[in-house]
């Protein structure tokens, strides 16, 4: 175990691990890293499918460090885990990881509850008991294991698209300011990716929601919609 | 009354009605589109807030048209109302409107269900139980008139500001694409603002949060954040 304490940043040779790495946002989140130099642990339920999208995003990123996993074993070796999964899976997901998880990880949440999970419209939202599907995560982790939410916004398919420009933010959401700002570290890598600080991990509720909006949005213009906040100060992280 | 089938646009001349002009948003509303021609009828709980409103009005925009109502004389006589109330009054204003408005009006809702309106908190959201502020507007409209909601995240203080630079899109929902045009129409009017078609007027649950998500933020970094969608087509209401 690479773990790393709050006050300790991880360095760039320390894997992230991406549990559901073969799904869409997560290969792409994969690929966009590897790009810039961070070495991806991909996680898959099942460690075929893991080995075949590390196959897939060696093929696009020559450069790239790809290891392939199942979930508990990607996410056992990394300072940071992206948490990339349907809703419908995430608590099964989180479940399977209780004892791959230790304290002082960061678990960035990207889960959206869709109501797609259970035969809905995508354009439509899940009620979580807990308020949110990061709250759930919250919840559902190991104590001590620092949970963040973002990602929701950014559109696998532009992700997964690496000459496309991306320009947006990402809405980060949760209890603690320092852990919001070791993962905006890490996702601001991604260039053309900026980092906003929403709020306490309650406001992913709204974040979240985003997501089926853009959906909303992207069926009425065959697009792939980002959000961007206009007006905030130059710094956001200091 | 000049009020307007679906299928004639309303003109240049008619006055857009803004019901709690008096309010933050709504006078920032009507100084913004008094400024570009567009005569408003203010219109507030009593007549005397009214009268003060558009004397502040006046004082800002020295060409522009204001006239002094209570809400519902404000409301009867224009083709496009505003409704700009606190949640608090937004079922009370309308029961209150139900006399003065006719079908074929368009009342673009702008009420916003903070938890603020229940001693909650500005971050927070109410439940609202008809899904958000805007499908409550609908459910107690008379019929035929015609509801949008949008304007939510725009802010009042960069609204008053004559000489900020808005640079923010508007989220619009609504049940019918033709209503959603026509109040894009006139919020474009706005230097600066651009509308997106969100969606069905459930998607007003998403649209009304994210002020709540801009208030966290902006208490975060003292800012008046706007929101902004990005890789959108040129042409979004042809």
Redesign the interface.
Known sequence: MSLYSAAVASSSSDPVAIIGASGALGFGLAIRLARVGVPIAIGSRDATRAEQAAERARAIVGDGSFSAHENAAAASDAPIVILSVPFRSQSETLTNLKDALSPGQLLIDATVPLAAAVSGKA???LGVWQGSAAQQAAEMVPEGVRVVSALHTV?AA?LTDLEHPL??DV?VCGEVRADKRDAAELIERIDGLRC?????L??A???E??T???I??N???????????????EQ?WQ
Chains 1, 2 share one sequence.
């Open positions: 354009t439509r939202m559109s532009s320009e947006q809405l906003v600080d929403c709020g306490r309650e406001m509720r709204t974040t929601a985003m089926a909006l853009l909303s949005v069926s009425r213009y065959k697009a792939h919609a980002g959000v961007r906040l206009t007006n905030l100060p956001l």
